[in-house]
């Protein structure tokens, strides 16, 4: 009887191994865990039902008339995530071309350094990004619209250069076979066939970028998230319900517009 | 009789237009022109604070060439290891708790009102910004990396469910009504029917969060949750360019390792 052979899946010897890596597994996760509960005031943490009830109950009727002062941050929240994202694509078109396998002058320097910025921009968050340029250049709405643009240069510019991998060569040869100079490859070969991802990109990062300019005034640089930072130093919570129904509106307002212009597109 | 030939004049010819109605392309023309020369027109730009701006901005990229990792590094390394273990932590927690959700908002496997039930969950925590979510939890929990933990393992459930949602939705129903048509219980159907056929995509999308929960992570000390992000708050505020470029330097590596190190295991398992 049990000489029987039995159907595994694994080895012995798999099995074990693959039970030693879920045992490291778990003792690292655990090992994080004791890491956060040793930083954590666990007072605060059991008194924490009781506050978000009290959160709650501060937070509600929302002072509606508070709307009447949020036209301004609005409108230039709008400003910031339209012109951050005009900016990046304008950026983000050549860094993406020099990028790209097909087209970039030189795959030993110039790639790598474009490769480079793509992931610079991608890896710091724009509130971070905002947050170094109110340093530098001043708070206001300008530091939000270029913090926007260099974290979006790399989002466009690495969905583009691998649109731009993907194209069909045989189009970009029929065109160079009847003589056109670069440009004229560049704008009749390569340009309309990568135009519906660049235009589904600017779009997307678009309703991205609105999200993101919420929250940019937190750090100083303008829009809606200013009001929000100084309604939540003053304890004013029933003007902070306001603003996040502001921003949940327009969230899902530009959602749709984006949803509908890449729905047409492709 | 043939159909007289128009000679066809190759100067004249012009490539199609993206947008095909021409009234549309100029309407859409125009009031991009006019809403670009309002916009710009209402930037208030401080033009001697941006020239001065300049001269710090060249401060700041000159810190890249030498970043300082030396002196503040006990709160680096410290901010450092907050923001690391919030993010496994988290990931681990968020995809854990998504699981169910997930198979809740699935229209194809849940009933009706649970389905409901799990895409609101899903769509309001995916509307609000890990920044704001923070900031609440921050005010609950008190500062500190467990209101930074909470925070990103909320925001993993609403990426993480609605996308492996998806990825249940567009299964093969074959597979499942097979194991379904041994007699299985509901949970035996999951499990040998569904969860094979995800179980790339969660590998996949959980090394993805990972990656993203680190990103975050750097921020939301910004506002107290604890990580790295007050460690470089702190370095801006204090105008140390070296340090902030240290710190920037290390994240950036960080998520450069990270990408790279997920993008060798998802070859592996798709």
């Known amino acids: 009887m049990s000489d029987e052979l039995i159907w595994r899946r694994r080895t012995r010897q798999r099995d074990l191994m693959v039970w030693f890596c879920y045992l490291l597994a778990i003792a690292l996760f655990l090992f994080c865990l004791e890491r956060i509960s040793f930083a954590t005031e666990w007072f605060f943490v059991q008194d924490a039902p009781r506050v978000a009830a009290d959160l709650g109950s501060r937070m509600v009727p929302p002072k509606w008339n508070y709307l009447r002062e949020l036209w301004i941050p609005l409108w230039d929240t709008l400003n910031i995530a339209t012109l951050g994202t005009l900016l990046a694509v304008a950026l983000a078109t050549p860094i993406a071309f020099l990028a790209a396998r097909n087209t970039t002058p030189s795959i030993r320097f110039v790639r790598p350094v474009a490769l480079l910025i793509i992931v610079s921009s991608r890896s710091i968050n724009s509130l971070i990004w905002g947050l170094l340029l109110v340093t530098i250049i001043g708070p206001g709405v300008l530091a939000g619209i270029i913090a926007i643009s260099f974290r979006s240069i790399g989002f466009v510019a690495k969905l583009l250069y691998e649109a731009i991998e993907e194209i069909d060569e045989t189009q970009v040869e029929a065109i160079a076979a009847t003589g056109a100079s670069a440009t004229q490859v560049m704008t009749y070969g390569i340009w309309p066939q990568i135009l519906p991802t660049f235009a589904g990109v600017s779009v997307f990062r678009w309703d991205i970028n609105i999200r993101e300019s919420t929250i940019l005034g937190l750090v100083g640089a303008g829009g809606i998230g200013l009001q929000l930072q100084a309604s939540i130093n003053i304890v004013a919570w029933q003007q902070v319900s306001v603003i996040l129904i502001a921003i949940l509106l327009t969230v899902v307002v530009s959602e749709w517009v984006s949803a509908r212009v890449r729905h047409s597109i492709i | ?270």
């Open chain 2, 1 to 270: 009789m043939s159909e007289p030939i128009t000679p066809f004049n190759a100067a004249d010819w012009r490539p199609p237009s993206f947008i095909e109605s021409s009234m549309l392309r100029w309407t859409l023309g125009l009031m991009m022109a006019v809403y670009l020369s309002i916009a710009v027109g209402s930037l208030d730009v401080n033009w001697s604070r941006l020239a001065e701006g300049m001269q710090r901005g060249g401060w700041f990229l000159a810190a890249f060439t030498s970043p300082d990792f030396t002196s503040q590094s006990r709160d680096i390394l410290l901010g450092l290891e907050e923001s690391l273990t919030m993010t496994l932590a988290a990931t681990v927690i968020g995809v854990l708790l998504s699981i169910p959700v997930a198979l809740g908002a699935a229209g194809n496997i849940s009933p009706a009102p649970v389905y409901l039930l799990c895409r609101a969950f899903i769509g309001i925590s995916r509307s609000f910004q890990e920044i704001i979510l923070a900031i609440f939890f921050v005010a609950m929990f008190g500062f500190g990396p467990f209101a930074g933990l909470v925070t990103l393992s909320v925001a993993t459930i609403g990426f993480f469910a609605k996308l492996l949602a998806e990825d249940i939705e567009a299964m093969d129903p074959v597979q499942a009504e097979a194991i379904k048509s041994t007699g299985a219980g509901w949970l035996q159907w999951i499990n040998y029917g569904i969860q094979p056929q995800v179980m790339p995509r969660i590998i996949g999308l959980s090394l993805y969060r990972l990656d993203i929960n680190f990103r975050e992570s750097a921020v939301i000390g910004i506002v107290g949750g604890g990580g790295i992000g007050a460690t470089l708050n702190t370095a801006f505020d204090r105008y140390e360019f070296e340090t902030a470029a240290a710190i920037l330097l290390i994240i950036i590596a960080i998520v450069m390792i990270a990408e790279y190190t997920s993008s060798i295991v998802r070859e592996k398992v798709q």
